[in-house]
């Protein structure tokens, strides 16, 4: 009797997401979470998601569970990366976002930077000190550190952090369509996204909708955020304030809305104006390098602090830029391609998922 030998299944590469933060509310980071999911999957890698919320749900006692619960969530997963980081075969780590690396298993790691926003806007001068100084010391021996844009590359590069571009991707519709008529009768004339941090700027929005009491505007944030919105900084009656929304509903108001209106003072990519031109909003803009470079001939650019020329830009009728944005879009999603630099990454330093 013949025998027939199967092929030998090489195990797969493990690769652990760190997302401290994981919350089911839409976010970038979230957007970041789900698209490694998918796309490594499918590219035959073992993927899990470390968050603080799981090792709550592990947590084998009271006390542990007491413990993690009271730990910020940033740090809640360092003693499982240690952890993991000593095993003989220690799985790829990707941060996906700056503020979650860390000294762990530094030849084994991927990093998204976003931005660095807060050397110049920190929440705390722990932050500050974090960034300034180790997030220098842990990204430096990385396998990879991917940057959103050159305008952050070049930042990162002033900190002695070498890193790779790889734009944004977005979800590009089959078909665009050419609705220039329809703009003009959506109920908002612009919207908003962003927080309540300093650098959103969200007070010069607020002046110009001010004078132009006569149009109705909306604002997006996090709903933590819409809470305490009084406290910081009085919006006019005419604006609507939406908290965190899901995709579905986040897409729908932008896709009433004439303008996207980004006042910030600094970003690291800007994915706000993205999905305002694929949602058929003209785009206002501040005057900044990073949108210069995204957005530069699709919107419309007003200097920070010139609110006169913000009111300005939303009294003109609104253009639908739908098809020039589709156009530049699906050559960054072409150029730019996450899942193939981290497969690559892998792949170059320790050889193919299956023989990992």
């Known amino acids: 009797?013949?025998?027939?030998?199967?092929?030998?299944?090489?195990?797969?590469?493990?690769?652990?997401?760190?997302?401290?933060?994981?919350?089911?509310?839409?976010?970038?980071?979230?957007?970041?979470?789900?698209?490694?999911?998918?796309?490594?999957?499918a590219r035959g890698y073992s993927v899990s998601v470390l968050s603080k919320q799981r090792l709550l749900t592990e947590a084998a006692t009271a006390l542990h569970t007491r413990l993690i619960a009271r730990t910020p969530a940033i740090l809640s997963t360092w003693p499982r990366l240690l952890q993991v980081s000593r095993k003989p075969h220690p799985p790829w780590i990707i941060n996906i976002s700056q503020e979650y690396v860390t000294p762990f298993s530094a030849c084994r790691t991927i990093n998204i930077i976003h931005d660095v926003i807060?050397?110049?806007?920190?929440?705390?001068?722990?932050?500050?000190?974090?960034?300034?100084?180790?997030?220098p010391a842990f990204a430096r021996n990385a396998a990879l550190n991917i940057s959103v844009s050159n305008t952050t590359a070049r930042l990162l590069a002033d900190l002695g952090i070498k890193s790779r571009v790889v734009y944004n991707e977005f979800n590009i519709p089959d078909r665009a369509k050419a609705e220039s008529a329809e703009l003009r009768q959506r109920p908002f004339l612009a919207c908003w996204v962003g927080t309540l941090s300093s650098h959103k700027n969200i007070s010069e929005y607020f002046a110009a909708a001010r004078a132009i009491p006569h149009a109705s505007f909306a604002a997006i944030m996090p709903i933590q955020e819409s809470s305490r919105l009084a406290t910081v900084v009085s919006p006019p009656a005419n604006v609507s304030i939406f908290g965190s929304l899901s995709s579905d509903d986040y897409a729908d108001l932008l896709s009433r809305s004439r303008f996207l209106v980004s006042t910030s003072r600094v970003e690291g990519f800007g994915r706000p104006p993205g999905d305002g031109a694929l949602a058929g909003c003209d785009l206002i803009l501040s005057d900044i390098p990073i949108y210069r470079e995204l957005y530069d001939g699709i919107a419309n650019f007003y200097r920070l602090d010139?609110?006169?020329?913000?009111?300005?830009?939303?009294?003109?009728?609104?253009?639908?830029?739908?098809?020039?944005?589709?156009?530049?879009?699906?050559?960054?999603?072409?150029?730019?391609?996450?899942?193939?630099?981290?497969?690559?990454?892998?792949?170059?330093?320790?050889?193919?998922?299956?023989?990992?």
Request: glycine share 2%.
């Open 1 to 41: 009797m013949m025998v027939v030998r199967q092929p030998h299944l090489a195990r797969k590469a493990d690769v652990l997401i760190h997302f401290p933060q994981l919350s089911p509310h839409p976010s970038s980071m979230l957007f970041y979470c789900n698209l490694l999911l998918e796309g490594l999957r």
């Open 118 to 135: 807060q050397l110049d806007y920190p929440r705390s001068r722990f932050v500050a000190y974090f960034y300034r100084h180790c997030l």
């Open 306 to 356: 010139n609110v006169a020329e913000l009111i300005s830009l939303l009294k003109r009728t609104p253009r639908d830029i739908r098809v020039p944005a589709l156009a530049r879009f699906r050559e960054w999603n072409a150029e730019y391609r996450l899942i193939d630099v981290i497969d690559e990454t892998i792949s170059a330093t320790y050889g193919s998922p299956a023989s990992t």
